[in-house]
């Protein structure tokens, strides 16, 4: 057993369901479900973003209800040069300090102990490490976490509720973009005229990390450019089940 597996993460307080787990939002619009979560949570809810361009329009929304809403990015380290170009422009925007949640092994300890590029032999753990175990930690102390995840997305995310439990991190999962569109998340862009990453418009159309995204071509789904030659679609943020085993 190596370093890694020895670390324990810090378990959420709010280990069980509350009340409100039954809260019945699916017919909320999104402002009417951000605008129940920020009442109902007051300073324990965040938004966590990828920066893609559902991430901005939470994060405009957002904003209109609770000024400067606490925003973090889980920062793999690995991220292209323009989301990082994009996070500062976000902060200016609306006055705010998003936060960088890191991993707690830089990519040098990582290649050390795992090997180079673990993202090539193995994504699922390099996820783990990069991204689930940190979210993890991130949410210990929080009572809600806010997503920008439409339910066609994915298979994974075809069941998604705009109010739920989320039982992966024991903590309440909001997200009010859950029945939006694609195209109805643009026209919310074009007509609020928001910055978003310069990928899109080069056929990055979902954006992860450097080593595991690549543009789409015409007629492939949004998402088939991200870990090209593996299965994997999920990070496990939104997968319910336990994580990639560690070795
Ligand atoms: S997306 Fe790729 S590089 Fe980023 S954490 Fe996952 S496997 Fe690693």
Redesign the pocket.
Known sequence: MNEFVEIKCSESSAATPPEHAEVDGSGWSARKVLRWAYRTYEDGIAIASAFGVEGIVLIDMAAQIRPQPRVFVLD?S?LFPETYRLIEQVEARYGISVQRVL?ALCPEAQAKLYGAE??NH??????H???VEPLQRQLADLRAWVTSIRRDQTQDRSHTRKVTWDPKFRIMKINPLADWSGERVWRYVRKRKLPYNPLHDRNYPSI??????RSVKPGENPRAG??PGFQ?TE?GLHTPGPDAPLH
């Not at 193995?122 to 996820?127: A, I, K, N, S, T």
């Not at 992860?208 to 995204?213: E, K, L, N, S």
């Open positions: 793999t690995f991993p673990l993202w193995d994504p699922d753990l390099c996820c490490i990069r991204k992860g990390c450097v080593h595991c995204t991200r870990w994997k990070c």
